[in-house]
């Protein structure tokens, strides 16, 4: 029997609590000095399996050129309108929960919760979040894509480190 393996959200977010902006846009976030690439070199070499909403999924393409980023990691893509494979990704089509505790279960490293808005609160909400890893940046950009909508549920977290990136903080936290 293999051990579990920690899901982790490791996102950035303006001080305000925004992941981006209304129409998907991240610019705001890289107008702000940090050091290095602020620790995601160090954090992705822990990962073998990344999960992405389609519209976070389509954004990447697009602003990547098609030049897709995670081609060494084993990608899947949620959506609830296609299925298959290409040469990058598998889109997933069935319950959140069964398929990320099916490959929680699989040997391997970590696996990185990358977004968006929606399938963040989802997993979140059903409790499928070991680690969350937070970059601050310090800006606020008032409205956008919350970080984390309202909910009716509470979960309780442990701070396990705190890091300084020039201008950003990064918050990392796991679940009681």
């Given at each position: 029997m293999s051990n579990k393996r920690n899901l982790v959200l490791y996102i950035a977010t303006s001080l305000d609590g925004y992941i981006a902006t209304q129409d998907?846009?991240?610019?705001?976030l890289f107008?702000?000095?940090?050091?290095?690439?602020?620790?995601?070199?160090?954090?992705y070499d822990?990962?073998?399996?990344?999960?992405?909403?389609?519209?976070?999924?389509?954004?990447?393409?697009?602003?990547e050129k098609g030049n897709f980023p995670y081609k060494n990691k084993k990608c899947y893509v949620f959506s609830k309108s296609k299925i298959g494979k290409d040469e990058s990704v598998e889109y997933i089509n069935q319950d959140v929960v069964e398929f990320t505790n099916k490959i929680k279960r699989m040997d391997g490293g970590k696996i990185w919760l990358v977004g968006g808005g929606n399938l963040l609160h989802s997993f979140i909400k059903e409790r499928l979040v070991d680690e969350f890893i937070i970059t601050i940046a310090p800006t606020l950009i008032g409205d956008g894509i919350p970080l984390f909508k309202k909910n009716d549920f509470e979960l309780e977290l442990k701070l396990k480190?705190?890091?300084k990136f020039n201008q950003f903080v990064e918050l990392h936290y796991e679940v009681k």
């Open positions: 998907d846009s991240l610019e705001w107008k702000i000095a940090g050091e290095g690439d602020n620790g995601y070199s160090e954090f822990t990962v073998d399996t990344i999960l992405i909403g389609r519209r976070t999924y389509d954004w990447i393409v697009e602003k480190s705190m890091r």
